[in-house]
């Protein structure tokens, strides 16, 4: 039996009947494909590398305010952090800060460990950029953490307790506190704690942890009594200016997108409002120093700016830039007064971390819950309950960053040694520590 062939006129038919068909089992079955918006990817590369600058640029702010004999050691702090903390976000520190969470306290995700289960092609979770990318630009921040933490240290610290207590540092602290308040399912992240890039896991845990570091070393030798002069002033300047330049990433970045219609407008408004109070906080320093003591110092000016960029990052995203401008007026001069507090408690906060970080940032954090519009309102727009959940999240903060370090730099002391003796003190870091001079002469 011969098989049915259709006449000739009827195939055009049949081909568009085809065709229709093949669209309709299209629709009904698509092919899922993983869409990556390039602009938003790009985006966060850049925003990852500008927080990257931040680190050599924090380390060139230190290393003018110390003393000729120590510049090198107080920088190697910083670019120590970037091998050591580096190293350890891909082993673990990822994993924990925003794997799978467990009870709000802590994430743990054994693909994480390494980034072995991660596919390089996996987006961020209802984001469009690659997780690796988000992986990196988290890691710059907690690179950059424990580094702030040096400046209150410099000038009497081992190399080796400093590498030891970093590493313990940002797994015991710096990771939990980064699951509670952005990791899903973090315990701050689920009250609904607002903090854009880091008010309080950067810049609260910092300057609290510092102090706290500083009450176990115990201040420098004379540090009551004798001048401590800086070696180069010109070089703070110039890390003040790579920090701000790098801390429009940090802010801006934290959008994680710059796409329409709600991520782009929010990073536009972070990068807004870094500008704004940054400079406010300079000038609000000037101000006051000025009236206090007659003459603005360069010094007081990187601070200033300093102190405003803090400020304003839990809020960067969340306030208008009207609400910026205050954010940095009051830092400037909250952080002036912190740092000449510090003489009359006695305690030594080498280059005021505490006085600018810790102090900044707490404020920054409650201003966001007293001036917040998106994407909830805050104390001042009628809604009270973020203002407390703000003070809960600061007063969280605080109390954990400060008790954990007590603990790790207690038991570094113990262990590895913390503290340097006093003839590695009166030679110098630099040469006693690692062989090496900064500069030839000690500076006039």
């Known amino acids: 039996m011969k098989p049915f062939i259709p006449p000739r006129r009827v195939w055009p038919l049949l081909s568009v009947l085809s065709i229709l068909s093949a669209g309709v089992w ?18 966060m590369l850049v925003s990852s590398a500008l927080v990257l600058v931040m680190i050599p640029g924090l380390a060139i702010f230190y290393g003018g305010m110390v003393g000729s004999r120590n510049v090198l050691n107080t920088m190697m702090h910083s670019f120590s952090a970037m091998a050591i903390i580096g190293v350890q976000w891909v082993v673990c520190g990822y994993a924990l800060a925003f794997g799978t969470d467990h009870g709000g306290l802590i994430g743990f995700n054994k693909d994480y460990l390494f980034l072995s289960g991660l596919p390089y092609d996996r987006l961020l979770a209802g984001k469009d950029i690659p997780e690796f990318v988000f992986v990196m630009f988290q890691g710059k921040f907690a690179i950059i953490t424990p580094a702030l933490i040096s400046g209150a240290l410099a000038e009497r610290v081992t190399f080796r307790g400093w590498c030891i207590f970093i590493l313990l540092w940002s797994t015991f602290v710096y990771d939990p506190l980064a699951h509670w308040v952005w990791g899903e399912g973090g315990w701050l992240f689920k009250r609904g704690l607002l903090d854009f890039a880091g008010g309080t896991v950067v810049h609260v845990s910092a300057g609290f942890s510092a102090l706290a570091a500083v009450l176990v070393l115990g201040n420098r030798r004379g540090y009551l009594n004798l001048p401590i002069r800086s070696n180069s002033l010109v070089l703070t300047l110039l890390g003040t200016g790579l920090l701000w330049f790098g801390w429009f990433g940090f802010n801006a970045g934290s959008a994680v997108a710059t796409n329409p219609p709600i991520a782009g407008p929010i990073a536009g408004l972070a990068f807004t ?52 401008l205050v954010i940095g007026f009051v830092a400037g001069i909250a952080c002036y007064f912190a740092v000449q507090a510090k003489r009359l408690f006695g305690y030594d906060d080498t280059l005021d971390v505490f006085g600018v970080h810790g102090i900044s940032g707490a404020w920054g954090a409650l201003a966001t819950g007293l001036f917040c519009v998106l994407p909830l309102k805050g104390l001042l727009h009628g809604n009270p309950r973020q203002f407390v959940t703000q003070l809960a999240g600061v007063g969280a903060t ?47």
Request: glycine share 12%; no cysteine.
């Open 26 to 43: 299209a629709a009904e079955e698509p092919i899922k494909q993983v869409v990556y918006t390039a602009g938003d990817t790009a985006w």
């Open 273 to 324: 409002n870094t500008q704004v109070a940054a400079a406010m906080g300079g000038l609000s320093w000037m101000l006051v120093e000025s009236l206090q003591t007659g003459k603005a110092t360069a010094v007081g000016l990187a601070s200033g700016l300093v102190a405003g960029l803090a400020a304003v990052t839990p809020a960067a995203g969340h306030v208008m830039p009207a609400w910026a």
């Open 398 to 444: 605080i109390v954990f960053a400060f008790a954990g370090t007590l603990v790790i730099a207690f038991v570094v002391d113990k262990l590895f040694g913390f503290r340097v003796n006093e003839n590695v003190e009166e030679r110098g870091l630099d040469m006693a520590i690692h062989g090496e001079r900064g500069y030839h002469q000690e500076a006039a």
